[in-house]
């Protein structure tokens, strides 16, 4: 397990390996290349760095088809916002795989910004799910959770 950043198009399933998530996409055609949306890029200049990251990180997931994916040593976040669930779990899914991301007892911390619902599992169960085609149980073990009110507004923006 590792402490490794990634930002992941859930869309082409490319991943990029990165330092820190909101100073890659700032580099050079960083953004453009991850999938990043015109909309969102002319977004950039909107947020100071530090104060609004994020914000920032946020409203990126809001307007393009990405997960930000983060490692714990332990466990590992895949943070998104999107309707099609199907599409960013098979995503999550080959990425895992493909990368040798996550072993049997990695722990998965993944969160659906759109409807604001976690799942929390191990990756041999998340695993063996994908295989066997069982989304319904995935779906099962989500939780809703509420998100602080300084970014209610954005998320409420985002669902129009």
């Known amino acids: 397990m590792n ?4 930002w992941l198009n859930y869309r082409t399933g490319r991943a990029f390996l990165i330092d820190d998530h909101r100073k890659w996409l700032y580099r050079g055609n960083n953004a453009k290349e ?3 949306s015109n909309n969102a890029v002319r977004l950039f200049s909107k947020y100071k760095p530090i104060d609004d990251r994020y914000a920032f990180l946020l409203e990126i997931l809001m307007q393009s088809p990405v997960i930000r994916v983060r490692g714990h040593k332990t466990y590992h976040t895949f943070e ?9 779990f098979n995503a999550i899914w080959r990425f ?5 991301f996550a072993g049997d007892f990695s722990g ?3 969160v659906n910004f759109h409807d604001q619902i976690m799942y929390n599992m191990i990756f041999h169960d998340f695993n063996e ?3 066997k085609k069982q989304m319904k149980s995935i779906l099962e073990m989500g939780v809703k959770f509420k998100i602080s009110k300084e970014y209610q ?3 409420k923006k985002g669902k129009q």
């Open 108 to 110: 998965m911390h993944i």
């Open 3 to 6: 402490k490794d950043g990634y």
């Open 129 to 131: 799910m994908m295989m």
């Open 80 to 88: 998104f916002h999107s309707k099609d669930i199907a599409k960013v």
């Open 96 to 100: 895992c795989l493909g990368e040798g």
């Open 153 to 155: 507004g954005l998320l």
């Open 34 to 36: 991850l999938g990043i």
